[in-house]
């Protein structure tokens, strides 16, 4: 090959050579990139945003904003933003939900969500920064509440996250046993009615009376019809315990608890008689009758009509001042001013017609007024 021919080839060599440097070099671009906000400069062969983003080993996922799109194109001099969300476990008012954002603080994070009042009450400084993997933000909202406590109402206007904080908050204590119309643990939303009620649970103990029995018992020795008390009965008394509920001043509830004897019931022993009552016997012509005679006036002057009478000496007794031995001789027993008035008569009848009006020299007479 002749050194012409060399020369020659050796040009055209070397104008492909540097062609194809040339046309490497033209089709590198120059890209501004920015990553949450950090700008760097890189240099790429990519022809989109995704190609880019892979070359620097990026993936952006569902929540991440992309601009311009994965898809599109990219020239020398252009600018590619990568904003990758974070995962925000975020409870607004007791209120629990999980949400995006791309904020790279605290602060950022409430302007994307719009929590821009004053008085927020937050878990964590808004100058904080947000992890990649995110993090757990707590939000309580000024609200309206209507606080109900021992009879007075009011309005109150608290970030407290639940009834319980609340009522922590405005100093109210309950008791072991004062209820609350909201559960301690619910959250307070705007317009709620959280009334306390003090309740108090006592018991008391009441006395009440109980009946003594009746026993009787049969005496063959007093005829029938008559009833002699020989002990009189005493009334128990029992002790009954009830549980009262008092809610905010008013009684709700009376349960009875238990009854307990605290002194037994004497028995009333009560003497019946069962002998029958003898049958007044014809006089005869004899023995004058006791039938139709005027009783009631002999007791009216032996005794001033009182069956219970004792003479001043204390010997003679009841309606018709019977001496103690009369009146046995007659069938009575006991005191004859411990009979009942009917016995009385019925004994002084059965004297008259043993013995006559005699046997009550002064008034006898008045028998046949």
């Not at 904020?103 to 009042?117: F, H, K, T």
């Not at 643990?185 to 006592?202: D, E, F, K, N």
């Amino acid at each position: 090959m002749s050194r012409t021919l060399k020369l020659v080839l050796s040009a055209l060599v070397l104008t492909g050579l540097v062609g194809g440097s040339l046309a490497w070099f033209a089709a590198q671009k120059s890209l501004t990139l920015t990553i949450d906000g950090q700008v760097r400069e890189v240099s790429t062969y990519a022809d989109t945003v995704g190609e880019v983003l892979d070359e620097e080993g990026l993936e952006a996922q569902a929540h991440d904003v992309v601009l311009p799109d994965l898809d599109a194109e990219v020239g020398d001099g252009d600018t590619v933003v990568l904003n990758r969300a974070r995962p925000l476990q975020l409870t607004v008012d007791g209120v629990a939900r999980e949400v995006y954002v791309t904020a790279l603080s605290v602060d950022e994070a409430l302007e994307q969500l719009g929590y821009r009042a004053e008085g927020l009450v937050l878990s964590a400084s808004r100058s904080e920064r947000l992890p990649l993997d995110g993090m757990a933000l707590s939000i309580s909202t000024p609200k309206d509440v209507v606080l109900v406590v021992d009879g007075t109402s009011r309005v109150v206007t608290t970030t407290a996250a639940t009834a319980a904080d609340l009522l922590a908050e405005q100093g109210v204590s309950l008791g072991p046993t004062d209820r609350t119309s909201l559960y301690p643990a619910q959250p307070l939303l705007a317009g709620m009615r959280l009334q306390v009620s003090r309740v108090q649970v006592s018991e008391v103990v009441e006395t009440s009376p109980l009946d003594y029995e009746i026993v009787e018992t049969e005496d063959p020795e007093a005829f029938e019809g008559e009833e002699t008390v020989t002990r009189e009965g005493v009334e128990g008394e029992q002790a009954t315990t009830f549980r009262i509920t008092v809610v905010d001043g008013v009684q709700t509830a009376r349960e009875q608890v238990g009854t307990i004897v605290t002194r037994e019931p004497v028995d009333e022993l009560v003497s019946v008689g069962t002998e029958e009552r003898p049958v007044a016997a014809s006089s005869g012509g004899n023995s004058p009758s006791a039938d139709g005679l005027n009783w009631a006036a002999l007791a009216q002057c032996e005794s001033g009509g009182r069956a219970t009478a004792v003479s001043g000496n204390g010997l003679y007794f009841g309606l018709y001042q019977f001496s103690q031995g009369t009146w046995r001789s007659v069938g009575g027993s006991g005191s004859p001013a411990a009979a009942s008035a009917d016995e009385q008569t019925h004994r002084a009848q059965l004297l008259y017609q043993r013995s006559g009006a005699g046997q009550w020299p002064h008034c006898g007479p008045r028998l046949f007024t």
